[in-house]
């Protein structure tokens, strides 16, 4: 069976297995490119890749609902935790586990990670999953590093990777970064959610179809793509 997996809008991503739902970077309800809130989803484990709103977003309140694991980083696991997470996992960068859905390994991502309330809340990290044969890489928030180049080399069958410029890689990193991790599909997330990250995401999609051997896929929120 295939891995879904299904753009929520920003940079929130649902990916369905056979047998788990995992969502990473729940922030819906006050999301403006969100289609639906926190109280239309579900999951059995939720990633958070770094502190900032956008992304921590509905993650407690889902987790309490569904019972969930939250995994993040050490830094934000403990905040999770703290602030009435029924269950947390912390990673750090560059450590893979085994999870009941998979493998996930947090990787580098060059941005910020300070948490809604002003706590700390470590470095930023990208998401490397393994989940039923299929590999899936979501850069989340970052600038364009030469390292993609190696996470690239694990055979990527989806990427998904930032276009909205301004808080992360813009159209023209973006196209670079594609070039680096040579993914099977890639599709561009965070960006329209404001007027500040708004982006043409077909012309960006053509430019991936000319310059690179990737098949761009647009998604509008709430659409899937198989892997
Ligand atoms: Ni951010
Ligand atoms: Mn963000």
Redesign the pocket.
């Known amino acids: 069976m295939a891995v879904r997996v299904t753009w929520l809008g920003?940079?929130a991503v649902q990916i369905d297995t056979s047998a788990h739902s995992i969502l990473i970077?729940p922030?819906l309800t006050d999301n403006p490119a969100a289609k639906v809130s926190a109280d239309d989803v579900s999951a059995d484990f939720i990633i958070i890749s770094?502190g900032?709103g956008?992304?921590v977003g509905d993650a407690l309140k889902i987790a309490q609902r569904c019972n969930a694991t939250i995994i993040s980083n050490y830094e934000i696991a403990e905040w999770c935790g703290k602030n009435g997470a029924p269950n947390v996992h912390p990673q750090h960068i560059g450590g893979a586990f085994h999870h009941p859905f998979g493998t996930l390994k947090l990787t580098i991502a060059h941005?910020g990670s300070m948490l809604p309330d002003g706590s700390y809340g470590g470095n930023p990290c990208g998401v490397l999953l393994s989940v039923e044969g299929k590999k899936i890489y979501d850069a989340?928030?970052t600038g364009l590093f030469y390292d993609m180049k190696l996470i690239g080399e694990a055979g990527i069958d989806l990427a998904l990777l930032?276009i909205?410029d301004n808080?992360?890689m813009g159209p023209e990193d973006a196209l670079r970064a594609v070039q680096l991790v040579k993914p099977r599909r890639v599709v561009p997330i965070?960006y329209n959610t404001w007027p500040l990250i708004a982006q043409d995401p077909h012309a960006w999609a053509e430019q991936v179809r000319a310059q690179t051997e990737s098949e761009p896929v647009v998604l509008e929120p709430g659409q899937s793509i198989d892997v």
């Open positions: 920003h940079a970077d922030f770094h900032h956008d992304h941005h989340c928030d930032p909205g808080f992360t965070h």
